[in-house]
């Protein structure tokens, strides 16, 4: 099976405090590893992304690195923004054809100035 | 606007009527999905279509469900004599594939939501 685990909310943080949301993946092969986010009133968009071990997606200031040894893919920010503030969802996609996307139950950020 | 769009944005319903959801992918994208969403989890994969045809569905989609993509671009989503645990936000994505240039990417519409009273 494919599975996504990820951190539960909400993330409090204070304007240029550093972030992480941890998120961990079970899965019978080698999948691709995804950040999605969802912004207020806005529909899911992709972040960053990573589709082999070590490699590191990064956008927008977050970072990701894809971890084999430890299954994990945690999202960094060194300084977030309250702009930031959205909720942040890890997925996976088994194949090399991306059929679907499997995502972990969200985690919801918030950023106070 | 050329991003997904989906319709209607809300639909309130009593149990047992029928629904029917409407998505409208990328113009040029040739894979549509859908997924639905309840309160404090993430979205879910009910079924996707290559073009016109339907490839893969989950275990979610009781018979009651069916989706359509008749002409290989617009999608519909019906629901039929709907249940209270049928409340959610579904969701539809689409994507364009081309071999060997697949970047996984999904562009998501900002969904559906339907309130089964």
């Known amino acids: 099976g494919n599975s996504v685990t990820q951190m539960e909310g909400p993330v409090t943080l204070s304007e240029e405090a550093f972030l992480t949301i941890n998120c961990t993946y079970t899965?019978?092969?080698?999948?691709?590893l995804f950040w999605y986010v969802q912004y207020p009133g806005e529909g899911l968009q992709l972040l960053l992304k990573a589709t082999k071990a070590d490699d590191k997606g990064s956008n927008k200031g977050f970072e990701a690195t894809y971890r084999k040894e430890t299954t994990s893919f945690h999202l960094e920010k060194g300084s977030v923004q309250v702009s930031d503030s959205a909720v942040y969802f890890c997925?996976?996609?088994?194949?090399?054809?991306?059929?679907?996307?499997?995502f972990g139950t969200g985690t919801r950020l918030l950023v106070s100035p | 606007d050329t991003g997904v769009s989906q319709d209607p944005r809300h639909k309130i319903t009593k149990r047992g009527q029928n629904v029917t959801f409407r998505c409208d992918p990328i113009?040029?994208?040739?894979?549509l999905y859908w997924y639905r969403q309840t309160l404090g989890q993430g979205p879910e994969f009910l079924t996707y279509f290559q073009n016109e045809a339907q490839l893969e569905k989950s275990r979610l989609l009781s018979d009651r469900f069916s989706a359509e993509r008749p002409k290989g671009s617009f999608s519909t989503l019906e629901i039929q004599r709907t249940e209270q645990g049928d409340s959610a936000m579904y969701l539809c994505?689409?994507?364009?594939?081309?071999?060997?240039?697949?970047?996984?990417?999904?562009?998501f519409g900002e969904g559906s939501r339907l309130t089964v009273l």
């Open positions: 994505a689409s994507r364009l594939t081309v071999a060997g240039q697949n970047t996984g990417e999904l562009f």
């Open positions: 113009s040029e994208h040739n894979r």
């Open positions: 899965a019978t092969g080698y999948p691709s």
């Open positions: 997925a996976s996609s088994l194949n090399t054809g991306f059929q679907k996307l499997v």
